[in-house]
């Protein structure tokens, strides 16, 4: 078993949609939960991070963490074709006194006009 | 503020021959990172630098690849020889300090192996 599972995609919205993305993860060290967008030929961007359990929103943005499910999502509102891209989950844990970031596999999101 | 170069950007070569990457971090920054991105998946950590000394470099193909921070600036991954299932992007990543710092990465250098 991965330490993080990502569905692959490809999920095509059309614009205006409230997008889905989740990752769930199987090591309770994992202690800070980032999200990361990559467009094509270009290297992933961080989007958000957040540590505890919960929700974050930053403008159309909302990334959900739930620890005892071992669950994270990202909520993307009002979705607009810019926002076409892989989103990539990210975690990491501490070890050897610095913190080692796991990704996801990545979702491929298409969002249509 | 200039984002974190790296070059080529592509890169086609023959199995069993050699190829070296190049990364100039975002100034300042510590922590310098270098991924290996398989199409399809996410990037997997191969080597990661403090300042000009490893900290991390439990998923390098050591028998292959090599990696050197001079000056604890610029970086450079070598690959030799290379295989089929080295085909991949390879990303740099810099940071300010090895915590939680936000890595921001560089275009990449998408390497085919024939």
């Known amino acids: 078993q991965k330490e993080v599972e990502q569905d692959p995609g490809p999920l095509s919205v059309p614009e205006g949609a409230i997008v889905s993305l989740n990752c769930t993860y199987s090591n309770s060290a994992f202690q800070y939960f980032m999200w990361y967008r990559q467009y094509s030929r270009k290297g992933p961007e961080l989007l958000m991070y957040t540590y505890s359990s919960g929700n974050k929103e930053d403008g159309r943005f909302t990334a959900q963490v739930d620890k005892s499910s071992k669950y994270i999502s990202l909520f993307i509102r009002d979705s607009q074709p810019s926002d076409s891209a892989t989103y990539l989950c990210?975690?990491?844990?501490?070890?050897?006194?610095?913190?080692?970031?796991?990704f996801g596999t990545g979702t491929k999101l298409q969002v249509i006009p | 503020e200039a984002g974190v170069a790296q070059s080529p950007r592509y890169k086609i070569i023959e199995k069993r021959q050699s190829v070296a990457f190049w990364c100039n971090p975002i100034?300042?920054?510590?922590?310098l990172y270098w991924y290996q991105q398989i199409l399809g998946q996410g990037p997997k950590l191969l080597i990661q630098?403090?300042?000009?000394?490893?900290?991390?470099d439990s998923q390098l193909p050591k028998d292959r690849f090599s990696a050197e921070r001079l000056k604890g600036v610029d970086s450079t991954l070598k690959i030799q020889p290379a295989k089929l299932e080295d085909s991949a992007v390879y990303l740099c990543?810099?940071?300010?300090?090895?915590?939680?710092?936000?890595?921001?990465f560089g275009p990449g250098t998408r390497l085919t192996v024939l």
């Open positions: 100034s300042g920054h510590a922590t």
């Open positions: 990210a975690m990491t844990h501490l070890g050897g006194g610095y913190q080692k970031v796991t």
């Open positions: 630098f403090q300042n000009n000394g490893v900290v991390d």
């Open positions: 990543a810099s940071s300010l300090g090895g915590g939680l710092g936000t890595q921001y």
